[in-house]
Nanobody
Framework: VQLQASGGGLVQSGGSLRLSCAAS????????MGWYRQAPGKQRELVAK???????NYADSVKGRFTISRDNAKNTVYLQMNSLKPEDTAVYYC??????????????WGQGTLVTVSS
């Protein structure tokens, strides 16, 4: 499996979830990894990204609430989501962009994991 995202679910507003994404070594190793989301009727957007060395960047809408991290030994990237809001409801995906600013990716998009935040 190239990318396998998990950890989504139904949570109340203000709650927390931790997403995980296991990746094939050929995709994960040495590459930027990102979390993306797509809400119903909207385009997929970047949520957060992280370099192999741990440098991070976040969308303004999640700064201070979400934390991206990675375990290079396990080829896994995580997204800790706190203070969730109904507008965070979306399918969340992980992928490896071909560069920090790239919009092309090393892997096909997986099925993602659904996060639903109730008000």
């Amino acid at each position: 499996v190239q990318l396998q995202a998990s950890g989504g679910g139904l949570v109340q507003s203000g709650g927390s979830l931790r997403l995980s994404c296991a990746a094939s070594g050929s995709i994960f190793s040495g590459n930027v990894m990102g979390w993306y989301r797509q809400a119903p009727g909207k385009q997929r957007e970047l949520v957060a990204k992280i370099t192999s060395g741990g440098n991070t960047n976040y969308a303004d809408s999640v700064k201070g609430r979400f934390t991206i991290s990675r375990d290079n030994a396990k080829n896994t990237v995580y997204l800790q989501m706190n203070s969730l809001k109904p507008e965070d409801t979306a399918v969340y995906y992980c992928n490896a962009p071909r560069g920090w600013y790239s919009s092309t990716y090393y892997a096909r998009w997986g099925q993602g994991t659904l996060v639903t935040v109730s008000s």
